[in-house]
């Protein structure tokens, strides 16, 4: 919901979720080394996190400690070796509580989410029958789309559809059904758009392909989203989701989730000495042992803000699943609160000169992330950039994001992408907002 504008010059939030937010963000932002000066010591303001999260405290420490002290290989005779076999399993138990999987041995972890993608294409050979048809999106990020189209689509000998979006940068869902049929093999969708930030009403969406084609498989990147709000494998009914963890505070690592029952049956590239077991299977060669022990404590973070947020239950033994759902709606809160003031902003701005793309309509803002696509007629993205650089110390990004809205619906090299997450403040979006106020006027 955006703000009045009496809120938006002296931003006092009525939702006690808000104002508990507000108040702890100062402790927030301490978790974040990098949160207001980069490696060299530039004052900065970083609204780039789409490209990366900024990384927290602990998970960084996390990474040497898991260097320093455990053993490269999981066993069971050393207590050594035992211990880095808990660890292991301690990581895939709170990776699944943080989407609500069925259970640990659902999660396997990857170099990354796009080398965790291409895996699951080609682990996907030879189990349908009679279904061939794959269904890509215009918006979602590249990484869900050439796995199928380079692999999928190659050993189905099918078509590969794609689905397109609609003004104001939204999936087109009435296209994706119409594209549906019972020759469907599988649906690659995302969570949300990691250029314009519109987030697909996925529920909504799964239970319609399922009503058409009860055997489709659905496969959500959520790599985007996963910073923004709570995710629930189960709530959604797809059946695979990646995200990766330097998009949650964290390390370079993706994360994949898939149905026990389905990745059982699957056939991934496996070296023949590796356990012929989900989820060991899915994973080629040794875990990186620091990149997860940082994912966990990234994790753990969050758990940490529940806390934070909610002092009157931290001694009571909570349901993790449930910290993690209460933490993530109330980062979305917040989050959305930041979405209006700009959007309602944007709305005010009287400039031929500069093109937002995606969700601008401040009563809209419930239907996106906080990721802002933009550009200024006559300057390159690039100058841009620099601009807001030289001018606040302001990190955007420039590019295509990878992400096809650009490269294939518009057919755009680049565009400027100004992205926030839970621990940007009000007064660092008001910064953003009068910089680019600043380059409309000259
Ligand atoms: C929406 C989305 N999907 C997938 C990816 C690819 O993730 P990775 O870099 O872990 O392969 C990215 C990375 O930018 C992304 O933003």
């Known amino acids: 919901m955006a703000l009045p504008v009496c809120y938006m010059i002296f931003f006092m939030p009525v939702d006690p979720r808000l104002n508990r937010f507000m108040a702890i963000h100062g402790r927030i932002r301490s978790r974040f080394p990098q949160i207001d000066r980069d490696i060299r010591g530039n004052r900065r303001i970083y609204l780039n996190s789409a490209a990366g999260t900024l990384v927290v405290d602990a998970a960084a420490k996390a990474m040497a400690e898991a260097a320093t002290w455990l053993n490269s290989l999981p066993g069971e005779i050393y207590p050594s070796e035992e211990a880095t076999k808990d660890f292991h399993w301690h990581i895939r138990e709170i990776a699944a509580d943080f989407l609500n999987a069925g259970s640990p041995d659902e999660i396997s972890f990857h170099f990354s989410t796009t080398q965790a993608l291409f895996n699951l294409a080609v682990s996907l050979r030879g189990l349908f029958t009679g279904q061939r048809d794959l269904i890509v999106t215009d918006l979602d990020h590249m990484a869900n789309i050439s796995p199928w189209e380079m692999v999928g689509g190659k050993w189905r000998e099918g078509e590969v559809k794609r689905a397109r979006i609609k003004e104001p940068g939204l999936l087109d869902t009435e296209h994706l059904l119409f594209l549906v049929t019972k020759n469907t093999a599988l649906i690659a969708v995302p969570f949300a758009s990691n250029s314009l930030g519109t987030v697909v009403p996925l529920q909504e969406l799964v239970a319609g392909i399922k009503a058409k084609a009860p055997n489709c498989l659905i496969c959500v990147d ?7 709000g709570a995710i629930d494998v189960q709530k959604i009914d797809c059946d695979f989701l990646a995200f990766s963890g330097y998009k949650i505070f964290g390390p370079m690592l993706g994360v994949l989730w898939g149905r026990k029952e389905l990745l059982d049956k699957m056939k991934p590239y496996r070296v023949e000495t590796n356990k ?4 060991f299977k899915y994973e080629q060669g040794t875990l990186n042992n620091s990149a997860l022990a940082s994912l966990g404590a990234a994790l753990q973070y969050l758990l940490w803000l529940d806390d934070e947020l909610n002092p009157q239950d931290r001694l009571k033994k909570e349901n993790r699943r449930a910290k993690f759902r209460r933490v993530m ?5 917040y989050e959305s609160e930041m979405t209006g003031v700009i959007l309602d902003k944007l709305s005010q701005l009287e400039s031929s ?7 601008v309509d401040p009563k809209s803002s419930s239907q996106r ?12 993205p690039s100058e841009t950039k620099k601009l807001f650089w030289e001018r606040q110390g302001i990190q955007i990004a420039d590019g295509n994001h990878y992400s096809a809205v650009f490269c294939r619906h518009f057919r755009k090299d680049s565009v400027c992408r100004a992205s926030f997450a839970h621990y940007n403040s009000v007064e660092e979006a008001r910064a953003f907002l009068a910089t680019l106020e600043e380059l409309l006027t000259e």
């Open 222 to 228: 959520a790599v985007h989203h996963a910073m923004h």
């Open 276 to 279: 012929n077991l989900t989820p």
């Open 329 to 333: 709606n109330d980062i979305a809160c």
């Open 353 to 359: 000169r500069v093109r937002f793309y995606g969700i």
């Open 369 to 380: 992330d906080p990721t802002f696509a933009f550009e200024i007629a006559g300057q390159k």
